[in-house]
């Protein structure tokens, strides 16, 4: 693997959830080629991500986040504007962001279903490392 670097956004909402993510991803891209940013919420993610990817200094940006319904908005909604405005960064910056926002059916804030969301967040950052290396590569042969 080549000396990049990689952004990686983590929303502070369940963060001993989300936090796991980025150990994922860390696995499988040395956290040393990887510049960490936090933000209050998944809403916040998409905005950072387009100003990251938009620096030039990224070979790709990955944003974790769990969305759940908090009873007083629809969860869905906040879900679906998140991984929108996630495209819309990559697309109109052309580099790559990657999402590992989850937004489950059904979660009970009990230590059974963060125990399972752990070791998913877990698998989910790696799949997003593995994601990031590959659409670079990918994207590099088309172009030469």
């Known amino acids: ?6 952004a990686f956004i983590k929303a502070r909402w369940h963060a001993d959830i ?8 860390c696995e499988i891209i040395p956290a ?6 936090d933000v209050p919420g998944a809403f916040e993610m998409p905005l950072l991500a387009r100003d990251l990817a938009a620096s030039g200094r990224y070979t790709a940006v990955a ?3 769990f969305v759940v319904d908090g009873g007083i908005y629809r969860h869905e909604f906040v879900a679906q504007a998140v991984v929108d405005g996630l495209m819309r960064a990559g697309l ?3 580099v790559p962001v990657l999402s590992v926002s989850l937004t489950p059916q ?3 804030e009990d230590e059974h279903h963060n125990r399972i969301f752990r070791a998913h967040f877990v698998e989910k950052g790696r799949e997003a490392a593995r994601a990031a290396i590959m659409i670079t590569k990918t994207r590099a042969e088309v172009a030469a």
């Open 32 to 37: 040393e080629h990887v510049d960490v940013f």
């Open 63 to 65: 944003a974790a986040a």
């Open 92 to 94: 109109d910056t052309g």
């Open 1 to 6: 693997m080549t000396h990049t670097r990689y």
């Open 18 to 25: 989300v936090d796991r993510a980025l150990e994922g991803f």
């Open 106 to 108: 059904q979660y009970r």
